[in-house]
C-alpha cells in the first residue's frame, strides 16, 4: 500500500525543547517537501529535498532542520530557535523529472503544539 | 516574489449548483496548475492539474486555464454537502517548487 506516512499525528513541545517529526514514503518518488500550515493561511516551504544526501532552504527555514540520509524519509527537527512553532505540518513528496505534470501528493500531517 | 490569490471565502452554494473558484498568480512563466482539496483538520489531496490553455474536465470537476489572463478556475458541477472544504490553488514552474494560494472554502448547503 504505496503511500507518505508521518507521526505522530499530534506532538506537544514545551519551551526550549527540540522535536522531531517523522516523514516516510514508499512511493519512490525523488523529492520530499516540508510545509507549515497555520489556521486560515496556506501552505508555507520549509525545506526541500529533490535528491538523497542534498536539501535547500525554503521561505521559512530558521528555526527548523532537516536531514535526507535515505531516499525514503526526510525527518523535520523543529528546534528552540523557533518561537512560534505551534501549527500544522505537512510533508508531502513527488517525482522530480523536470515535467508538467509532476505532482506533489501529501502526507496525513502533524500538529505541534507549544505548551 | 510569486504569489498565487484566491479569494478567501467563504463561497457558499446550494446543493446541486455550480461552484465556480478563481485563483490567480503573478508568475509568467508558470507551467503546471494544481486543485487541492482540504477538509478541516486534514492535509490536502490532489482533484485535478492542467498546463494547458481551456478546460480540462474530470467527473464532477472542470478546470480552466487562460495563461494570457494569468487565471486558473475550479467548476464544481452538482456541489453536494460533502465538497464544502477549502480548496487551494497551487502553481509550479519546470523543476521549481509549488506556490500555494491561501485557499478558499466552499459551503455547501443543503
Known amino acids: 500500500d504505496g503511500g507518505i506516512t508521518q507521526s505522530p499525528k499530534y506532538l506537544f513541545r514545551k519551551e526550549g525543547q527540540n522535536v522531531t517529526l517523522s516523514c516516510e514514503q514508499n512511493l519512490n518518488h525523488d523529492a520530499m517537501y516540508w510545509y507549515r500550515q497555520d489556521p486560515g493561511q496556506g501552505l508555507r516551504l520549509i525545506y526541500y529535498s529533490q535528491i538523497v544526501n542534498d536539501f535547500q532552504k525554503g521561505d521559512i527555514a530558521e528555526g527548523y532542520s532537516v536531514s535526507r540520509e535515505k531516499k525514503e524519509s526526510f525527518p523535520l527537527t523543529v528546534t528552540s530557535a523557533q518561537k512560534n512553532p505551534t501549527a500544522f505540518y505537512l510533508c508531502a513528496s513527488s517525482i522530480f523529472s523536470g515535467s508538467r505534470t509532476d505532482t506533489q501528493y501529501f502526507g496525513p500531517g502533524t500538529r505541534l503544539t507549544v505548551l | 516574489q510569486k504569489e498565487v490569490e484566491q479569494n478567501s471565502g467563504p463561497l457558499s452554494v446550494p446543493e446541486g449548483a455550480i461552484a465556480s473558484l478563481n485563483c490567480t498568480y503573478s508568475?509568467?512563466?508558470?507551467?503546471?496548475f494544481f486543485w487541492y482539496r482540504q477538509y478541516s483538520g486534514k492535509s490536502p489531496e490532489l482533484i485535478m492539474f492542467?498546463?494547458?490553455?481551456g478546460d480540462k474536465e474530470d467527473g464532477r470537476f472542470t478546470a480552466q486555464l487562460n495563461k494570457a489572463s494569468q487565471y486558473v478556475s475550479l467548476l464544481i458541477r452538482d456541489s453536494q454537502p460533502s465538497d464544502s472544504a477549502t480548496y487551494l490553488c497551487a502553481v509550479n514552474n519546470y523543476g521549481q517548487n509549488f506556490v500555494f494560494g491561501p485557499g478558499t472554502r466552499l459551503s455547501v448547503l443543503p
Open positions: 492542467i498546463y494547458s490553455n
Open positions: 508568475d509568467r512563466g508558470s507551467q503546471s
